[in-house]
Protein backbone atom coordinates (compact mmCIF):
# COMPACT_ATOMS: atom_id res chain seq x y z
CA UNK A 1 0.00 0.00 0.00
CA UNK A 2 0.87 3.41 0.06
CA UNK A 3 0.58 4.27 3.08
CA UNK A 4 -1.17 8.11 2.41
CA UNK A 5 2.35 10.12 1.12
CA UNK A 6 1.31 13.13 -0.64
CA UNK A 7 3.33 14.84 -3.03
CA UNK A 8 2.88 18.87 -3.13
CA UNK A 9 4.06 20.75 -5.29
CA UNK A 10 8.04 21.43 -6.09
CA UNK A 11 9.50 24.79 -4.98
CA UNK A 12 11.84 26.43 -7.37
CA UNK A 13 15.22 27.55 -5.69
CA UNK A 14 15.94 24.44 -3.31
CA UNK A 15 19.43 23.57 -3.09
CA UNK A 16 21.73 20.77 -0.77
CA UNK A 17 22.28 22.14 2.66
CA UNK A 18 24.70 20.97 4.99
CA UNK A 19 23.75 19.48 7.98
CA UNK A 20 23.67 22.79 11.13
CA UNK A 21 21.13 22.37 13.09
CA UNK A 22 21.38 20.91 17.04
CA UNK A 23 17.95 20.56 16.96
CA UNK A 24 16.49 16.95 15.46
CA UNK A 25 13.59 17.51 12.86
CA UNK A 26 10.27 14.78 13.99
CA UNK A 27 8.90 13.25 11.13
CA UNK A 28 6.21 10.27 10.90
CA UNK A 29 4.62 7.66 9.32
CA UNK A 30 1.48 7.35 8.17
CA UNK A 31 -0.79 4.24 9.14
CA UNK A 32 -0.92 1.34 6.65
CA UNK A 33 -3.38 2.47 3.75
CA UNK A 34 -6.21 0.28 2.45
CA UNK A 35 -5.43 -2.71 1.49
CA UNK A 36 -4.40 -3.09 -2.31
CA UNK A 37 -3.78 0.11 -2.68
CA UNK A 38 -0.73 0.76 -4.89
CA UNK A 39 2.42 2.53 -4.60
CA UNK A 40 3.18 5.77 -7.43
CA UNK A 41 6.10 4.68 -9.58
CA UNK A 42 9.86 5.57 -8.23
CA UNK A 43 11.35 8.04 -10.56
CA UNK A 44 13.94 10.68 -10.23
CA UNK A 45 10.85 12.90 -11.28
CA UNK A 46 8.80 12.13 -8.87
CA UNK A 47 10.94 11.82 -6.25
CA UNK A 48 11.95 15.77 -7.02
CA UNK A 49 8.63 16.21 -5.80
CA UNK A 50 9.52 15.73 -1.61
CA UNK A 51 9.48 18.85 0.36
CA UNK A 52 12.45 16.76 2.59
CA UNK A 53 14.95 14.79 1.73
CA UNK A 54 18.50 13.48 3.17
CA UNK A 55 20.65 10.34 3.99
CA UNK A 56 22.17 9.15 7.48
CA UNK A 57 22.59 6.10 9.86
CA UNK A 58 20.30 4.73 11.69
CA UNK A 59 21.37 5.26 15.57
CA UNK A 60 18.22 3.58 17.69
CA UNK A 61 15.04 1.85 15.76
CA UNK A 62 11.99 -0.02 17.82
CA UNK A 63 8.63 -0.31 17.16
CA UNK A 64 7.49 3.18 17.92
CA UNK A 65 10.91 5.36 16.98
CA UNK A 66 13.67 5.48 14.51
CA UNK A 67 16.59 7.74 14.97
CA UNK A 68 18.48 8.67 12.10
CA UNK A 69 21.93 11.05 12.48
CA UNK A 70 21.87 13.06 9.50
CA UNK A 71 25.15 12.95 6.85
CA UNK A 72 23.87 15.08 4.23
CA UNK A 73 20.69 17.28 3.67
CA UNK A 74 19.82 17.21 -0.27
CA UNK A 75 16.28 19.33 0.74
CA UNK A 76 14.42 21.03 3.29
CA UNK A 77 16.24 20.56 6.66
CA UNK A 78 19.41 21.37 8.55
CA UNK A 79 19.37 18.87 11.74
CA UNK A 80 21.97 16.71 12.73
CA UNK A 81 18.82 14.06 13.84
CA UNK A 82 15.86 13.13 12.53
CA UNK A 83 13.50 10.92 14.78
CA UNK A 84 10.97 9.49 12.97
CA UNK A 85 7.35 8.06 14.77
CA UNK A 86 5.84 5.07 14.17
CA UNK A 87 2.30 3.27 14.69
CA UNK A 88 3.16 0.80 17.35
CA UNK A 89 4.03 -2.43 16.37
CA UNK A 90 4.13 -2.46 12.42
CA UNK A 91 7.06 -4.66 11.89
CA UNK A 92 8.22 -1.90 9.62
CA UNK A 93 7.47 1.95 9.92
CA UNK A 94 7.39 2.68 6.26
CA UNK A 95 4.85 1.67 4.02
CA UNK A 96 6.53 -0.72 1.30
CA UNK A 97 10.07 -0.91 2.73
CA UNK A 98 12.39 -3.06 4.83
CA UNK A 99 12.68 -2.55 8.65
CA UNK A 100 15.10 0.29 9.58
CA UNK A 101 18.29 -1.90 11.24
CA UNK A 102 20.62 0.24 13.47
CA UNK A 103 24.67 1.05 11.79
CA UNK A 104 22.77 1.02 7.98
CA UNK A 105 22.40 4.17 6.10
CA UNK A 106 19.00 5.11 4.59
CA UNK A 107 18.22 7.62 2.26
CA UNK A 108 15.04 9.13 3.18
CA UNK A 109 12.30 11.39 1.66
CA UNK A 110 9.37 13.13 2.83
CA UNK A 111 6.37 15.42 2.74
CA UNK A 112 3.87 17.26 4.89
CA UNK A 113 5.71 15.21 7.99
CA UNK A 114 4.75 12.26 6.55
CA UNK A 115 7.72 9.73 5.44
CA UNK A 116 7.62 8.20 1.59
CA UNK A 117 7.35 4.95 1.64
CA UNK A 118 7.87 2.61 -1.79
CA UNK A 119 11.33 2.91 -2.54
CA UNK A 120 11.26 6.55 -1.55
CA UNK A 121 13.14 5.64 1.28
CA UNK A 122 15.17 2.70 1.50
CA UNK A 123 18.71 1.65 2.67
CA UNK A 124 21.34 3.68 0.70
CA UNK A 125 22.70 2.42 -2.88
CA UNK A 126 24.36 3.92 -5.09
CA UNK A 127 21.41 3.92 -7.63
CA UNK A 128 19.44 5.40 -4.89
CA UNK A 129 21.63 8.03 -4.04
CA UNK A 130 22.81 8.75 -7.66
CA UNK A 131 18.30 9.49 -8.17
CA UNK A 132 18.86 11.78 -4.68
CA UNK A 133 21.52 13.99 -6.34
CA UNK A 134 19.46 14.01 -9.47
CA UNK A 135 16.24 14.90 -8.12
CA UNK A 136 17.34 17.39 -5.71
CA UNK A 137 20.50 19.00 -8.16
Same mark, same amino acid.
Given at each position: ?8 ? &?? @? ?12 ? &? ?18 ? &? ?12 ? /??? #????? !? #? ?8 ? @????? !? ?24 S?? /???V ?20 ? /?
Amino acid at each position: GFGGFAYAQ &NQ @SGWTSAPVASARPM &NLAVSPPGPVGLACIVFSVS &NLSHALVAFSGTVV /HAD #NKTVV !I #NVDHWYRGGD @SAQVR !IAAPSGRPSPVEGAAPFTVGQRYLVSAS /HGIVAGCGFTAKGSTSLAASFKAAF /H
